[in-house]
């Protein structure tokens, strides 16, 4: 079996955890390479909803070692948090949880200085989900953070935390505010931690080196998406790590070498969340359609979603930067009433045709979306499980969005649920989960 890549092609929310958890019964491994709990991966089975936003989402199945790699960053007491939830929901997480030493804490001050950020921008707020998570890498990259590595060195924390403190009080002093964090409780609940899950923090590039030598294959799950990349997204209203498929190799250790495949993740429209430009953003009809039929809510926050239709442009260049194999197109079912449906095609800006996606946000929040008008199906595709029990017009709808990115559509999920799934035979997933 290969080693596959799970992305976002979007602005994230498109499915991504239902995805892999399809997946994960054909590898051994799930391996998260990005982010922190500021992502959630919703996943339903049978009548059971799960909600993961640091685990990853291969948990759910037994016997499948599930690694968080040391591009994320992680909150303790949010990981704490979510693992009681799933072994309340019968969820065993006990050893096949590892977790790397090379991953960054999200630590009180975080949260304080991302709040303070966001007040001083004001009406150019990013609108992050307030998690700590960008603070978390700015002090990873100002080489002032902290491992899980270094809890398995209790006595040293407390100088460890020197240069954070400093850095998040000298800004606190020239913001004005008082400082309100308690270190000492922050070593103590630290230490605490350490204790309790020590035995799960290793070594997370050696794990997977030495896993896919013993022949076993690994699902690499991606958070957020392409469009929210700190490269190669609307910057600066993406996320603080790399997200698309490059920050595999990166956030985990495994070379790119040992990666043999990416599936993109798109839904059959497009949302997104927080500000930023939005070409193919609905009226405000589209957007009652489309979030009341979608349940449109943040999985992490529960913020509503921004709607739109499918962007062909975005997925072009989601395409091309992931180097999608295989593309799984999500929330086909959404668009059951619609007579019409409009897919977004290229952009016009100043009179000039784009076809490409524009990396100079002022341009792309001046672009209008041209749209090409596709037939609806005005019938029901719930819980389709195979191509030929979709309708005409909808197989055409997919074969269209196909085209449009450039890349072949190996899945179809026709519903929340595991099994509510269509694989396309002949195409590069259905060869690699065969």
């Known amino acids: 079996m290969p080693n596959i890549v799970i992305v976002g092609a979007q602005w994230g929310d498109e499915g991504k955890g239902k995805v892999v958890d399809l997946l994960t019964r054909k590898v051994q491994v799930v391996a998260r390479y990005n982010g922190g709990h500021n992502a959630g991966h919703t996943v339903i089975v049978g009548d059971k909803k799960f909600i993961v936003h640091v685990i990853p989402s291969g948990i759910l199945h037994p016997g499948i070692l599930c690694v968080i790699g040391n591009g994320m960053v992680v909150n303790p007491s949010a990981f704490e948090k979510e693992k009681d939830e799933l072994e309340a929901l019968g969820v065993e997480v006990g050893e096949s949880l590892v977790i790397s030493d090379r991953v960054h804490l999200i630590l009180p001050h975080h949260y304080a200085l991302e709040a303070l950020s966001e007040d001083a921008r004001g009406a150019n707020a990013i609108g992050t989900t307030l998690r700590g998570t960008g603070p978390a890498y700015e002090d990873k990259a100002g080489r002032r953070g902290l491992t899980m590595g270094d809890l398995l060195r209790p006595d040293a924390l407390g100088d460890k935390l020197t240069e954070a403190r400093r850095h998040y009080e000298t800004i606190c002093r020239g913001s004005g505010r008082e400082p309100e964090v308690d270190w000492d409780q922050v070593v103590a609940e630290l230490r605490a931690f350490g204790e309790r899950h020590g035995s799960k923090i290793k070594d997370g590039s050696l794990v997977l080196s030495q896993q896919i030598a013993q022949g076993y294959s690994i699902l690499f799950e991606g958070a957020q998406a392409t469009l929210l990349d700190l490269d190669h997204g609307t910057y600066p209203f993406v996320t603080s790590s790399s997200a698309t498929a490059g920050g595999v190799a990166v956030g985990t250790g495994v070379p790119p070498s040992r990666i043999d495949g990416v599936v993109g993740v798109a839904k059959a429209y497009c949302t997104r969340v927080g500000t930023g430009p939005f070409p193919s953003e609905a009226d405000e009809a589209g957007v009652e359609i489309l979030r009341g039929r979608g349940n449109e809510y943040g999985a992490t926050t529960g913020r509503p979603r921004r709607c739109g239709w499918f962007d062909a442009v ?67 595709t719930s819980g389709a499980r195979d191509w030929a029990d979709l309708p005409e017009a909808a197989r055409r709808y997919i074969e269209r969005l196909s085209e449009l990115a450039r890349v072949q559509v190996g899945l179809v999920s026709t519903g929340p649920d595991r099994e509510q799934t269509i694989i396309r035979a002949g195409s590069a997933l259905a060869s690699w989960f065969a």
């Open 314 to 380: 975005a997925a072009r260049y989601a395409t091309r930067v992931n180097g999608f194999d295989s593309l799984a197109i999500t929330k086909l079912d959404v668009l059951d009433e619609l007579d019409e449906i409009p897919v977004c095609t290229e952009y016009r800006y100043e009179g000039q045709t784009l076809g490409e996606f524009p990396a100079d946000l002022a341009v792309l929040g001046a672009c209008e979306p041209v749209y090409e008008g596709l037939a609806g199906w005005k019938s029901s």
